[in-house]
């Protein structure tokens, strides 16, 4: 609820623009690194103890947010957000593969990220409502009081079940870990492009001269489309998860292409279905293959890796994809993230194709 509020706050308080971003720097920097050392620890401790750990900091980064009246002070309770989120997310991927069939694997792995997407579409609204009405001090409390509900359910029912406590050596992880290589290559694009996107793209085409309000309209029908084909993530898996990554690849790359000179509202809303459709597959299909690509007791440090691949991929674009526009253009700078895509797709079918030939020899041995 108060994370997307957070840099209203950050200003009310006399911080620039410069630390809004700063701010925003310090929560997502631990995720670029820190969701692979999570899942080593996993490996010795087992998943439920550090998913736990990232509920409860969550929730700590929240109470201080109470008495965080400085921009330094702001800074070290997002500072402790952004590690507890290596923590949390991580984690709970690696437990739900873990307790979930493999038939079944992928629309779990949608109806995770369908509640975490409609939690972040919801959650602006509300925090903007309620810092409205009751002030920042009253979200901040909220938000508090929300995650501590979180963190007992978690140790009341999660708890229960001992499915995901499968410890192994921690460095065993790593041969498996070279299975999912071309996997983590998609997750990187995936994440690069979703930082462009989100990231880049608003100040790019307003400058260009599409209104707020238009650029609202098409990042909404991202998120919306996007919901669609979490919810959708079951059925679409029946078509094989490597095919499906591959295509929705193939559509980022088509969407990118023409995003950069893209202006008119019906053809920028067209854009926004390609790229809400190829996002919402991306998220959980590369999750559901990556967990199947390494055995149970790896699939923590699996999981760690994609999450820092998929960080480290939005971290650094924003940053090389504004160098590029302020030397190159907006439609130079789209055209070379759109044949990345597009040659990211090329890893997975290269290994789908050597997965298929080595389970054919085996059922002729």
Excluded at 115 to 135: E, I, N, Y
Excluded at 167 to 194: K, N, T
Excluded at 200 to 221: D, K, M, R, Y
Excluded at 286 to 305: E, I, N, Q
Aim: proline share 4%; net charge neutral; glycine share 12%.
């Amino acid at each position: 609820m108060h994370t997307p509020i957070l840099p209203i706050y950050v200003k009310g308080i006399g911080g620039s623009y410069v630390d809004v971003g700063v701010v925003g720097a310090v929560f997502a920097a631990p995720y670029a690194f820190l969701p692979i050392a999570v899942g080593f620890f996993s490996q010795r401790v087992g998943h439920f103890k550090p998913y736990a750990i990232g509920v409860a900091g969550c929730g700590l980064s929240a109470v201080a947010l109470l008495w965080a009246d400085t921009i330094p002070s702001v800074i070290a309770t997002r500072v402790v957000g952004g590690v507890a989120y290596a923590f949390l997310w991580p984690m709970a991927e690696a437990m739900i593969a873990e307790m979930t069939d493999w038939d079944v694997r992928a629309a779990a792995m949608g109806m995770f990220s369908l509640s975490w997407g409609v939690a972040f579409s919801l959650g602006p609204a509300l925090g903007g409502f309620v810092a409205q009405l009751l002030g920042f001090k009253a979200l901040f409390a909220i938000s508090s009081a929300v995650i501590a509900f979180a963190l007992a359910l978690t140790l009341l029912r999660v708890r229960e079940s001992k499915g995901w406590e499968l410890v192994g050596s921690e460095w065993r992880a790593l041969p498996a870990i070279r299975e999912a290589v071309d996997v983590y290559v998609a997750i990187a694009v995936y994440g690069a492009s979703m930082g462009l996107v989100f990231v880049l793209w608003p100040a790019q085409v307003h400058e260009a001269g599409v209104s707020t309000g238009v650029v609202g309209l098409v990042l909404a029908v991202i998120g919306v489309t996007r919901l669609g084909m979490f919810a959708s993530a079951g059925r679409l898996s029946r078509m094989g998860e490597a095919k499906m990554v591959v295509l929705a690849l193939l559509i980022l790359s088509m969407a990118l292409a023409a995003l950069g000179a893209a202006t008119q509202l019906s053809v920028l809303v067209l854009l926004a279905v390609l790229l809400g459709v190829a996002f919402g597959v991306l998220s959980p299909m590369t999750l559901t293959l990556v967990s199947k690509r390494v055995g149970k007791g790896d699939v923590g440090v699996a999981m760690g890796f994609g999450e820092a691949m998929f960080g480290l991929g939005w971290t650094i674009s924003p940053v090389v994809a504004g160098s590029m526009l302020e030397v190159l253009g907006a439609q130079t700078t789209y055209a070379v993230f759109s044949v990345a895509a597009a040659l990211s797709s090329l890893p997975l079918v290269y290994a789908s194709g050597k997965i298929y030939r080595r389970e054919e020899q085996a059922q002729v041995s």
